[in-house]
C-alpha cells in the first residue's frame, strides 16, 4: 500500500505529504464520514471537527464473524459495539461494516457474549487501539456535559473538591461496570436536581467560547489589516521612488544647471523623505504593536475563566536607619593607580566583568571598609555588652 | 541618630569581646572541658584520669594559632584568594571560642573551615578536587564537620577583613590633597609590609578586640607612622554637613591613638607563627587527652552512640504516637484550605556578604 501511494505522482494523482506521514500501517487519515454510526450514538468514535483525529487501523485487523481482513480487504472497517467487550472476541473486538450491517438488518439482536443487545446505530468507529481508553472517553464525555458545576458554584473549595470526587467515583463505576443501576440512579437524581444549573453552565461554556472565537476572529482581523497596511506602504514608496527617478531625468535633460549639483540636490531630498517616511512607519507600526499587545492582554483575561482582583499595593521602599559613612570617602571619578585591579581594568573584552562586575562597586566598598567602625572603642573589663551566654550551648549540645 | 553600618554586622554585635573576656571564655572552657572529660575516663574506667594531663587555655590557643598558619600555607598551595583565607581564619579563631581543641582536632576543623569559607566568599571549588588535593582526606572528613562549624559560627558567615581596609585606606591615600600622584608606585613597599602586618595580625586576637579599619591602619602606621596620621587626620577633619545633624561624630585621632598602639603591640608581640616544637608536644599530649567520647571506637564513644540512637528512636516514636493521635481528628490530609496569600512582607536586606 505504502509503495502504491508513493508511486502516486506517476500516475498523476496529488500525493498529500501530511497525510502520507500518518497513514502509516496504524491510522487512517481520511475516516469516512458518511457512516451515522459515528455521530448520533452515546459513545464510541471522537467527534473532531478539525478531522485530525484519525480512525484506530491496524494491518491485524481481521472480521471476527466473516474472518475477512485487512490483506483480503483493504477497505475493511471494524466498528465497536457498545459493550465494549474486549474478552470477547466476537462483537467487542468489533465485526465488520458488512457484517453489522447483515446481522442487523432485523433490528437490534443480542450479543452473542453478553446479553446485552445491540443495535446497529450503536457500532461506532474506533479510535484508541485499546478499548478500555475507548470507553473511558465516552464515558467521561458523557459524565462532562452533566456534571459541568464549577469553582463559583459552591461555598468553599472543600466542597468543591466532594464534588469532584463525587464525579470521579460515579465515572469509575461507568468505565469498570461496578454497580451500574445503582450509579445511573445517582446520576439521574443529580440531573432532576441541578437541571437548572447544567443549563446555566453550558450556556456560559457556549458564551465563553463564543468570546474566545470573537478574540481571535479581532486580532486575525488586525493581523490582515497590519499586512494591508504594509503592502500600501511598499506599494507608495515604490511609485514615489519612480517618480523621483522620472523628475530627475527630466531636469537633467531640461535644465541648464551643472549634472553633478541637480543630482546630489535630489539625493538629499531623496533621503529627507526616506527618513520621514521611516519615522512615520515606525511610529505607525509600534501603535499598531500596542493595540496587538492589548489585544492579546483581553485575550489572556477571557481566557483565564476566573479574574483575580489583587488589589496593587503601594510600594515601600526598604528604610532604615544605618549610616553608610557616605560622608567620610568619595571613590575617586578618574579612578586610582590600583595594582589589584589592574587586570580587571585592562580586559579590554571586559571577559572579567562579564557577570556585571564594575570595579568602582570593589573600591567602594573598599574605602568603605577601611572608615568603618574607626571610632568603634574597644570594649574592656568583663562587662557582657551582649547577651552572650551560650559561650557553652554548642559545645553541650553536639 | 543614625548607627553606623559596622554596628549592623555580627561581627560588631556577636564577635567582639575585650582582652579580659576572651582569656576568661578559654579559661572557663577549658576548665568545664576538663571537667567533662575527667568524669567520662572516670565513668568507663576508674581512677584513669588521674594521671593525664590535660592541655590548658593556653596550650589550647597555641595549637589554634598553629593551625590558622597552617591555612594560609593551605591556602598559597590552592592559590585561594585573600579573602577565603582570611574568612576560613576567622572561622577557626571563633570556632574554638565556642569549642575545645580536646573535643575537635583544629587539624580537621581547619580544613572544614577552609571548604566553607570557600563556599561563602563565593568561590567555589568542588569537593572532591578539594579533598584530593589534602593527604589522607576523604570528602566525608570535610563534609562531617561542616554542620557543626556552621553552628558554632551561629550561621554567621559574613566577616569584614582588615586587609580590605588596607586596600582601601592605600587608595584613599591617593586622594590626600598633598600625596604625589604616583604614590601608589613610588611607596608600594609601603603597602606591601602593611599586608604582610595585616596577615601577621590574624594569627592574633585582635579581630575580636578592634574593628578592621582600625587594625589596618594601625598596619599602615607601622610601617609609615606620619602617612596614618596625615590620613586619620584628613578622615577627622571632614565637617559635617549643616543639614545632617543624625550622624555620628567623626573619629578622633585623638582617641584612636590608643587603640592604634595597642593594635601594633599586639601584632609585634604575638603575630608570630607558634614554635613547632611547643606545638608538637601539645599535640602529644592532646593524644592522650582528647574526649574518649568523640574518638571512634572507644568504649565511651560507643556508648553515646548508643544512648544517641536510643533518644533518636525515642524521639521518633513520640513522633509516631503523636502523628496517631493526631490522625483520630477529622484531619484533611491534604492540609486547610488555602489561604489568602499573606501580604509579601518587606525584605530583609541585613545580609552583607556580597562579593566584590
Known amino acids: 500500500m505504502a509503495t502504491k501511494s508513493n508511486y502516486g505522482w ?13 497513514s502509516n500501517s496504524h491510522t487512517r487519515s481520511s475516516t469516512p464520514q458518511v457512516q451515522s454510526t459515528s455521530t448520533t450514538i452515546f459513545g464510541g468514535g471522537i467527534k473532531d471537527p478539525s478531522g485530525r483525529t484519525s480512525e484506530y487501523f491496524s494491518m491485524d485487523d481481521q472480521c471476527p464473524v466473516c474472518k475477512s481482513d485487512r490483506y483480503l480487504n483493504p477497505k475493511l472497517r471494524l466498528l465497536v459495539s457498545s459493550c465494549y467487550h474486549k474478552m470477547h472476541v466476537h462483537f467487542s473486538v468489533s465485526p465488520c461494516e458488512s457484517c453489522i450491517d447483515r446481522l442487523f438488518t432485523l433490528g437490534p439482536a443480542s450479543c452473542p457474549n453478553c446479553d446485552k443487545i445491540l443495535r446497529k446505530l450503536a457500532f461506532s468507529p474506533q479510535t484508541f487501539e485499546d478499548l478500555g481508553v475507548e470507553k473511558e472517553v465516552a464515558v467521561r464525555r458523557r459524565i462532562a456535559k452533566e456534571f459541568n458545576k464549577r469553582l463559583e458554584d459552591f461555598d468553599d473549595l472543600r466542597s468543591y473538591n466532594d464534588y469532584l470526587e463525587e464525579v470521579e467515583d460515579i465515572a469509575f463505576n461507568l468505565i469498570n461496570n461496578i454497580d451500574i443501576p445503582a450509579t445511573e440512579e445517582r446520576i439521574a437524581a443529580y440531573k432532576a436536581a441541578n437541571a437548572a444549573l447544567t443549563t446555566l453552565n453550558l450556556q456560559r461554556e457556549e458564551a465563553e467560547a463564543l468570546a474566545l472565537k470573537e478574540q481571535e476572529d479581532l486580532e486575525r482581523r488586525e493581523r490582515e489589516a497590519r499586512a494591508a497596511q504594509l503592502a500600501q506602504q511598499e506599494q507608495q514608496e515604490r511609485e514615489e521612488r519612480q517618480r523621483e527617478e522620472r523628475e530627475l531625468i527630466d531636469k537633467l535633460e531640461t535644465s541648464q544647471k551643472d549634472a553633478h549639483k541637480i543630482v546630489a540636490k535630489s539625493r538629499i531630498a531623496a533621503a529627507k523623505r526616506s527618513s520621514a517616511r521611516a519615522a512615520s512607519s515606525s511610529a505607525n507600526s509600534s501603535l499598531l504593536g500596542m493595540s496587538f499587545g492589548m489585544d492579546y492582554a483581553k485575550l489572556l483575561k477571557t481566557r483565564t475563566t476566573k479574574v483575580n482582583n489583587v488589589p496593587d499595593e503601594p510600594h515601600v521602599p526598604f528604610l532604615d536607619d544605618y549610616y553608610a559613612y557616605d560622608d567620610l570617602y568619595t571613590v575617586r571619578a578618574e579612578g586610582y593607580d590600583d595594582i589589584i585591579s589592574e587586570a580587571v581594568r585592562r580586559d579590554r573584552e571586559g571577559i572579567m566583568r562579564a557577570g556585571g562586575y564594575k570595579v568602582e562597586e570593589a573600591w567602594n566598598r573598599a574605602l568603605l571598609t577601611a572608615v568603618a567602625g574607626l571610632d568603634a572603642a574597644p570594649l574592656s573589663g568583663l562587662d557582657e555588652p551582649n547577651s552572650l551566654g551560650d559561650v557553652d550551648v554548642v559545645m553541650e549540645s553536639v | 541618630m543614625k548607627r553606623p ?11 567582639r569581646y575585650s582582652p579580659e573576656r576572651l582569656s576568661q571564655i578559654r579559661t572557663t572552657m577549658n576548665e568545664a572541658a576538663v571537667g567533662v572529660i575527667r568524669k567520662t575516663f572516670e565513668a568507663y574506667e576508674p581512677g584513669s584520669s588521674s594521671n593525664v594531663s590535660f592541655v590548658n587555655a593556653h ?7 598553629f593551625y590558622v598558619h597552617k591555612i594560609s600555607q593551605l591556602c598559597g598551595h590552592f592559590r585561594f584568594p585573600e579573602e577565603v583565607e582570611a574568612t576560613a581564619t576567622s572561622y577557626l579563631k571563633r570556632f574554638y571560642l565556642k569549642n575545645t581543641v580536646m573535643d575537635w582536632h583544629p587539624k580537621n576543623v581547619m580544613l572544614t573551615a577552609l571548604f566553607l569559607a570557600t563556599k561563602t566568599t563565593n568561590n567555589p571549588i ?3 578536587a578539594y579533598a584530593s588535593h589534602i593527604p589522607n ?13 556552621s553552628q558554632s559560627l551561629a550561621f554567621e558567615f559574613a566577616v569584614w577583613h582588615a586587609h580590605r581596609a588596607l586596600w582601601g585606606i592605600w587608595l584613599d591615600i591617593q586622594n590626600l590633597p598633598d600625596s604625589l600622584p604616583d604614590i601608589a608606585q613610588t611607596q608600594k613597599s609601603i603597602y606591601d609590609s602593611a599586608l604582610s602586618h595585616v596577615r601577621a595580625a590574624r594569627l592574633t586576637d585582635a579581630e575580636f578586640i578592634y574593628t578592621p579599619s582600625q587594625i589596618a591602619l594601625a598596619c599602615i602606621s607601622l610601617v609609615a607612622p606620619a602617612l596614618a596620621k596625615k590620613w586619620l587626620e584628613s578622615k577627622a577633619n571632614i565637617t559635617i554637613p549643616e543639614n545632617q545633624t543624625d550622624i555620628p561624630p567623626r573619629p578622633s585621632a585623638a582617641a584612636l591613638s590608643a587603640s592604634i598602639e595597642a593594635i601594633e603591640s599586639i601584632i609585634t608581640e604575638t603575630g608570630k607563627v607558634p614554635n613547632v616544637e611547643a606545638v608538637r608536644e601539645v599535640d602529644r599530649r592532646l593524644r592522650t587527652c582528647k574526649n574518649p567520647e568523640k574518638v571512634v571506637g572507644t568504649k565511651a564513644y560507643l556508648a553515646r552512640k548508643a544512648e544517641a540512637e536510643k533518644k533518636a528512636e525515642e524521639k521518633r516514636n513520640k513522633k509516631a504516637e503523636g502523628q496517631k493521635t493526631n490522625g483520630a481528628g477529622d484531619v484533611d490530609p491534604f492540609g486547610d484550605p488555602l489561604a489568602e496569600p499573606v501580604k509579601p512582607g518587606l525584605v530583609d536586606y541585613d545580609d552583607d556578604d556580597d562579593d566584590d
Not at chain 2, 553600618?5 to 564577635?15: C, D, G, H, I, V
Not at chain 2, 596550650?59 to 594559632?65: A, F, G, K, R, W
Open chain 2, 137 to 149: 582526606t576523604v570528602a566525608s572528613d570535610v563534609l562531617d564537620l561542616e554542620f557543626l562549624v
Open chain 2, 126 to 128: 568542588s569537593l572532591d
Open chain 1, 10 to 22: 506517476l500516475q498523476g494523482r496529488t500525493v498529500r505529504k501530511g497525510g502520507h506521514a500518518s
Open chain 2, 5 to 15: 553600618l559596622y554596628e549592623a554586622s555580627t561581627q560588631y554585635k556577636n564577635w
Open chain 2, 59 to 65: 596550650e589550647e590557643h597555641l595549637l589554634v594559632t
